[in-house]
């Protein structure tokens, strides 16, 4: 099993940027496939980005592409997402999703149904 633990969560103006954090626990970290998601109120939780657990091969959602950048540390056993150029319409709750591969592979996963281990989010309110 690993535990997964968001933060760098908050409140930000239209424009600005903030950078979320994911600490792993528990098994080795590189042989899983990551994924930030993100739920709004009244919103099914969607996928804002993955990545996967070898060669960092990376899927954005259109609405944050160019804007967000995901990215792992295998060593510190972290995932983050940088967002930048945030608006209104990023406000959520944001939570990391890990998938158990168990071998390297370039996949990443975009369906929430494929991901087994969640944290418990982290709240991102961008105001306008």
């Known amino acids: 099993q690993v535990q997964l633990v968001e933060s760098g969560g908050g409140l930000v103006q239209a424009g600005g940027s903030l950078r979320l954090s994911c600490a792993a626990s528990?098994?080795?970290?590189?042989?899983?496939?990551m994924g930030w998601f993100r739920q709004a109120p009244g919103k099914e939780r969607a996928v804002v980005a993955a990545?996967?657990?070898?060669?960092?091969?990376?899927y954005y959602a259109d609405s944050v592409k160019g804007r967000f950048t995901i990215s792992r540390d295998n060593a510190k056993n972290t995932l983050y997402l940088q967002m930048n150029s945030l608006t209104p319409e990023d406000t959520a709750v944001y939570y990391c999703?890990?998938?158990?591969?168990?071998?390297?592979?370039?996949?990443?996963?975009?369906?929430?149904?494929?991901?087994?281990?969640w944290g418990r989010g982290t709240q991102v309110t961008v105001s306008s």
């Open positions: 999703a890990a998938k158990t591969v168990g071998y390297y592979s370039s996949r990443y996963y975009r369906d929430k149904d494929d991901y087994t281990y």
């Open positions: 528990g098994r080795t970290f590189s042989m899983y496939a």
């Open positions: 990545i996967s657990n070898s060669d960092s091969n990376t």
